[in-house]
């Protein structure tokens, strides 16, 4: 089993559209959490930390469930500007070990 | 504030010869420091990571290596290509528990 994984997708959505990515990771042990965009070609860059407790930055909600051992990712009111691939990404082994989901496609058309 | 530093930015190597790629850390000490190879279209990969000076830990067997001989500097290498170590390989940095952030990487092509 992948110590990370993510649906692969691509989701096509619509502008406007919600969508929603599930991540789930097999240490219970983990640490701490977040979420990641890369655009093509480019490096990934850090969207947002996940905390137990969920948190929103402006259209984009992320959550935890440590029992279940899975972290959401939430975007509203898609735009176009939001295709990207998005990569949950866990650190495990004491918080030293940072591990990277295979990442989600997404793509949004006008 | 940090920064990081990965060069070359592009590199076409014939089968068969050696890789050197580096990455420095400016601006923190004594940073986990990592190593992912990413092939087109897919994943990012940890190949290795680093606590420390001199501690390597491998994840994935294969004919690649790594080194840290200073606190901010990290080092990936390879004595003899292979057409499957094409890829985009990225170096980044963590302290304990926070998030990472990436050089800009190496996009790597095996002729």
């Known amino acids: 089993r992948k110590e990370v994984e993510q649906d692969p997708g691509p989701f096509n959505v619509p502008e406007g559209a919600t969508v929603a990515f599930n991540c789930t990771y097999s240490n219970s042990a983990s640490q701490s959490f977040f979420w990641y965009r890369q655009d093509c070609r480019k490096e990934p860059k850090l969207l947002m930390s996940v905390y137990s407790s969920g948190n929103e930055d402006g259209r984009f909600t992320a959550q935890l469930n440590r029992a279940s051992q899975y972290i959401s990712l939430l975007i509203r009111d898609s735009k176009l500007s939001d295709s990207a691939t998005y990569l949950c990404v866990v650190n495990v082994a004491g918080g030293f070990k940072t591990i990277f989901g295979a990442g989600t496609r997404l793509f949004v058309k006008a | 504030s940090q920064t990081i530093h990965q060069w070359p930015a592009t590199l076409v190597q014939p089968v068969g010869s050696p890789l050197s790629l580096e990455c420095t850390v400016e601006?923190?000490?004594?940073?986990?420091l990592y190593w992912y190879r990413q092939a087109a279209g897919r994943g990012l990969q940890l190949l290795f990571y680093?606590?420390?000076?001199?501690?390597i830990s491998s994840e994935v067997p294969q004919n690649l290596s790594a080194s840290r001989p200073q606190d901010r500097q990290f080092i990936l290498s390879s004595k003899k290509l292979l057409l499957s170590d094409s890829g985009f390989y990225l170096c980044?940095?963590?302290?304990?528990?926070?998030?990472?952030?990436f050089g800009q990487g190496t996009r790597l092509t095996v002729v």
């Open positions: 980044a940095w963590t302290v304990l528990n926070t998030e990472a952030f």
């Open positions: 601006g923190t000490s004594n940073p986990n």
């Open positions: 680093s606590v420390g000076i001199g501690q």
